[in-house]
């Protein structure tokens, strides 16, 4: 079964940038799609960005929330995924969290593995 650790949270000044890791094992890492969630407090858990497999294309998609301001990525050799968030705005604070899915493509499935999420806080 896959396990994914995120990192790279912390405090950052409105409109100040901050990149995300997920360090991922146990699954064929560059065959599956991956992809960002995050939690605002008192909020859902919403969808942030994903990046389909390499055999997929590793085609990207993004919520028109962050679309411009965040950028997903991924190493294979490194086995890790990354979220890059630029002019980052106090509505971005929550715990963000990465994903694992089963299948090469995001379409309408679930994520069937999380982190265990790590926070990013926004100041204005």
């Known amino acids: 079964q896959v396990h994914l650790v995120e990192s790279g949270g912390g405090l950052v000044q409105a409109g100040g940038s901050r990149r995300l890791s997920c360090a991922a094992s146990?699954?064929?890492?560059?065959?599956?799609?991956m992809g960002w969630f995050r939690q605002a407090p008192g909020k859902e858990r919403e969808f942030v960005a994903a990046?389909?497999?390499?055999?997929?294309?590793?085609?990207?998609s993004y919520a028109d929330s962050v679309k411009g301001r965040f950028t997903i990525s991924r190493d294979n050799a490194k086995n890790t995924m990354y979220l890059q968030m630029n002019s980052l705005k106090p509505e971005d604070t929550a715990v963000y969290y990465c994903?694992?899915?089963?299948?090469?493509?995001?379409?309408?499935?679930?994520?069937?593995?999380w982190g265990q999420g790590t926070l990013v806080t926004v100041s204005s």
């Open positions: 990046m389909s497999g390499i055999w997929s294309g590793g085609r990207t």
């Open positions: 146990g699954r064929t890492f560059s065959s599956y799609a």
């Open positions: 994903a694992a899915y089963p299948t090469a493509w995001v379409g309408n499935f679930e994520p069937d593995a």
